[in-house]
């Protein structure tokens, strides 16, 4: 219904002068308290490039150091038979550290425990392996390495409400190929999640994860892509609390049609460009499969 004028009322100018200075105090007020515009977190889709099923259907790293280095990627394709020889037939989202190692999670289809293969700068390789604890799945979809370095977080398969912090392989002084990796704190969520294929953090306190979520009940959207803002940088000290926001639904278009997986994510902070990969359903995983690029 239009507003109406108010009949029977005449403003005096000092009446009008006073209702001004309320009008613009109260604007002034509202723009105190509401948040700062940086606080949305708009990614627009800016390209993308075809995932080839076999060796970029997992996930993805962007390296730093050596200077000038390719992109890494995983799938069934990179597994090494000498590791998948061993029961590790799984290869997830990997990462790297700001000082150049390389960190990829690996699964078995039975047992106690999780791997880390690292390869470090010089370009030699070790395996790390983590011991499950009480009620901890055994998937092992990926790894994100902290800004610092010497702390990473790592996830669980399924509807979930924390992530868990384990030292850095290879670049945590405390840690040993000899020696198991355990968990050292627990980042709590105050949203659940479900079926995470990535994360990476785009600073200290602040990660972008892709999820596969096909139901869409705890964002209203399928496939969606996930920021989780921490109360403070993981580590060994204590535990953190992670508020959780859907930021937008994960690009599904395919020739074919049917079940899309959301996988692996990258952030490379040298040109603000976020990649997450979709897999398309059916045989089209063959041909039309996408890494896409974000900006912010």
């Given at each position: 219904m239009?507003?109406?004028?108010?009949?029977?009322r005449?403003?005096?100018?000092?009446?009008a002068?006073?209702?001004?200075?309320?009008?613009a105090?109260a604007?002034?007020?509202?723009l105190?308290?509401?948040?700062?515009a940086?606080?949305?977190?708009?990614w627009?889709?800016?390209?993308?490039?075809?995932?080839?099923p076999?060796?970029?259907?997992?996930?993805?790293?962007?390296?730093?150091?050596p200077?000038n280095?390719?992109?890494?990627?995983?799938?069934?394709?990179?597994?090494?038979?000498?590791?998948?020889?061993?029961?590790?037939?799984?290869?997830?989202?990997?990462?790297?550290s700001?000082?150049?190692?390389?960190?990829?999670?690996?699964?078995?289809?039975?047992?106690?425990?999780?791997?880390?293969?690292?390869?470090?700068?010089?370009?030699?390789?070790?395996?790390?392996?983590?011991a499950?604890?009480?009620?901890?799945?055994?998937?092992?979809s990926?790894?994100?390495?902290a800004?610092?370095?010497?702390?990473?977080?790592?996830?669980?398969?399924?509807?979930?409400?924390?992530l868990?912090?384990?030292?850095?392989?290879?670049?945590?002084?405390?840690t040993?190929?000899?020696?198991?990796?355990?968990?050292v704190?627990?980042v709590?969520?105050?949203?659940?999640?479900?079926?995470?294929?990535?994360?990476d953090?785009?600073?200290?306190?602040?990660?972008?994860?892709?999820s596969?979520?096909?139901?869409?009940?705890?964002?209203?959207?399928?496939?969606?892509?996930?920021r989780i803002?921490?109360?403070a940088?993981?580590?060994?000290?204590?535990?953190?609390?992670?508020h959780?926001?859907?930021?937008?639904?994960?690009?599904?278009?395919?020739?074919?049609?049917?079940?899309?997986?959301?996988?692996?994510?990258?952030y490379d902070?040298?040109?603000?460009?976020?990649r997450?990969?979709?897999v398309?359903?059916?045989?089209?995983?063959?041909?039309d499969s996408?890494?896409?690029?974000?900006?912010?």
């Amino acid at each position: 219904m239009p507003l109406r004028p108010a009949r029977g009322r005449r403003h005096t100018p000092r009446t009008a002068l006073i209702s001004l200075i309320a009008l613009a105090t109260a604007a002034a007020a509202a723009l105190a308290a509401a948040p700062p515009a940086a606080a949305a977190d708009t990614w627009t889709e800016a390209g993308s490039d075809r995932a080839d099923p076999l060796t970029e259907s997992q996930g993805l790293a962007s390296v730093e150091v050596p200077a000038n280095s390719a992109n890494r990627y995983t799938g069934i394709g990179t597994v090494p038979f000498g590791v998948s020889a061993r029961g590790w037939n799984h290869v997830g989202d990997p990462d790297t550290s700001y000082d150049g190692h390389y960190i990829e999670p690996y699964q078995r289809d039975s047992g106690t425990s999780k791997m880390y293969r690292v390869q470090a700068p010089g370009g030699a390789w070790s395996e790390y392996v983590h011991a499950l604890g009480p009620g901890e799945a055994l998937n092992n979809s990926w790894v994100a390495v902290a800004p610092g370095g010497r702390w990473m977080l790592t996830g669980e398969w399924g509807t979930m409400t924390r992530l868990i912090v384990l030292p850095t392989p290879g670049v945590n002084p405390g840690t040993s190929p000899s020696a198991n990796l355990p968990q050292v704190s627990t980042v709590h969520l105050d949203h659940a999640v479900r079926d995470v294929q990535g994360c990476d953090f785009t600073d200290p306190t602040t990660l972008l994860c892709s999820s596969d979520d096909p139901a869409g009940t705890l964002f209203g959207m399928t496939k969606p892509l996930l920021r989780i803002d921490l109360s403070a940088e993981p580590g060994d000290s204590a535990d953190v609390n992670g508020h959780v926001t859907a930021v937008r639904q994960l690009p599904l278009r395919s020739s074919c049609q049917g079940s899309f997986e959301a996988e692996g994510i990258d952030y490379d902070r040298r040109t603000g460009t976020l990649r997450v990969i979709v897999v398309s359903p059916g045989f089209c995983v063959l041909t039309d499969s996408k890494t896409y690029r974000f900006t912010r």
